[in-house]
């Protein structure tokens, strides 16, 4: 099974600053990875497919990379409605999907 | 617009089996473009993928609840199932059923989660 990592569990950011999330994969899953955010009391929503290419109605704020093992999301100008619980998600070794733990990012 | 409605009882006995049904609305889960899937989280915890469904009734689920789980379609009531057999407090979690438009992509359209508590 591969197994995704995520730093940090939370990350205290000011709004306006920057926010740079890191998932990391116990193996190679190319670019076969996806990022979601979650708000308190409702379903995750997808951000990031492809490990850099933005979902329909995902703010230009909100940009991933990395391939192989590493990966990042930064989120440029943290803004009220971007606190939240973000997971990414390794497609790579379908049909056996995982989930990093999750980082929460907080005022 | 497509729309997931998860339903299903809140609660569920030890050793009893989960049901839970996701409704469609705005897509067909008879349709050849999508794939449609479960996820769990557990209270205060993260995401576990448990299984997804395609159009032709193949199924494909995690290998640790490959003895317990099933996944099946309702073309007529256009929705699709979760079965999880003998249920334990482990089992205890928001279930979330899910579009994909392909296995390589994430998941795109969630439902809003089902609360299912393992208690006697």
């Known amino acids: 099974e591969v197994v995704m990592t995520q730093s940090p569990a939370t990350l205290s950011v000011s709004p306006g600053e920057r926010a740079t999330l890191s998932c990391r994969a116990s193996?190679?899953?190319?670019?076969?990875l996806a990022w979601y955010q979650q708000k308190p009391g409702q379903a995750p929503s997808l951000l990031i497919n492809?490990?850099?290419t933005r979902a329909t109605g995902t703010p230009a704020r909100f940009s991933g990379s990395g391939s192989g093992t590493e990966f990042t999301l930064t989120i440029s100008s943290l803004q009220s409605e971007d606190f939240a619980v973000y997971y990414c998600?390794?497609?790579?070794?379908?049909?056996?999907?995982?989930f990093g733990q999750g980082t929460r990012v907080e005022i | 617009q497509v729309q997931l409605l998860g339903s299903g009882p809140g609660l569920v006995k030890p050793s009893e089996t989960l049901s839970l049904t996701c409704s469609v609305s705005?897509?067909?889960?008879?349709?050849?473009?999508?794939?449609w899937g479960w996820i769990r989280q557990p209270p205060g915890k993260g995401l576990e993928w448990i299984g997804s469904?395609?159009?032709?009734?193949?199924?494909y689920y995690t290998p640790s609840l490959l003895s317990r789980v099933t996944i099946s379609l309702d073309t007529l009531k256009n929705h699709f199932s979760l079965n999880l057999t003998s249920v334990t407090a482990a089992d205890t979690a928001v279930y979330y059923c899910?579009?994909?438009?392909?296995?390589?992509?994430?998941?795109?359209?969630w439902g809003q989660g089902t609360g299912v508590t393992v208690s006697s």
């Open positions: 899910a579009r994909h438009l392909n296995p390589l992509i994430g998941f795109d359209i």
């Open positions: 998600q390794q497609y790579d070794t379908w049909p056996r999907y995982t």
């Open positions: 705005g897509a067909s889960v008879s349709s050849s473009r999508y794939y």
């Open positions: 469904i395609y159009y032709t009734g193949i199924t």
């Open positions: 193996q190679s899953v190319i670019r076969n």
């Open positions: 492809g490990a850099s």
